[in-house]
């Protein structure tokens, strides 16, 4: 199971690389959104898939699940929708002000 999500992780890896170097704002936002889901995966993947009990102090026996891989992507999610929802507001008012969302347009080149 953890080759598979290597192997989807890399996928979503090389698809976001590939958005972040277009030159529409929205597709940099899309793929920075695609990287950091992958992170997301690969933290998760790396925390490894362990069968066992929650980490009760009742408890006496046995294996543990821990808790840590879940408590960091939680927070890695949280900090990555606020980032896009910033993301999205930025590329928004650029698009107002400016008139385009094409990075060539917006320093001054035409495709001339």
Do not use: W
């Not at 408890?59 to 840590?68: I, K, M, N, Y």
């Amino acid at each position: 199971m953890e080759s598979l999500m290597i192997v989807l992780v890399g996928i979503l890896v090389s698809v976001g690389t590939y958005l972040v170097l277009s030159r529409n704002i929205i597709r940099v936002i899309v793929g920075t959104a695609i990287l950091s889901h992958a992170v997301h995966l690969l933290i998760l993947t790396v925390g490894g898939l362990k069968k066992g009990d929650v980490p009760l102090l009742s408890h006496s026996g046995g294996p543990f699940t821990d808790a840590l891989p879940q408590a960091l992507i939680l927070t890695a999610i949280v900090i990555s929708f606020a980032v896009t929802a910033f993301l999205l507001v930025l590329a928004y008012r650029t698009y107002v002000t400016n008139g385009s969302d094409d990075f060539q347009e917006l320093r001054g080149m035409s495709d001339e």
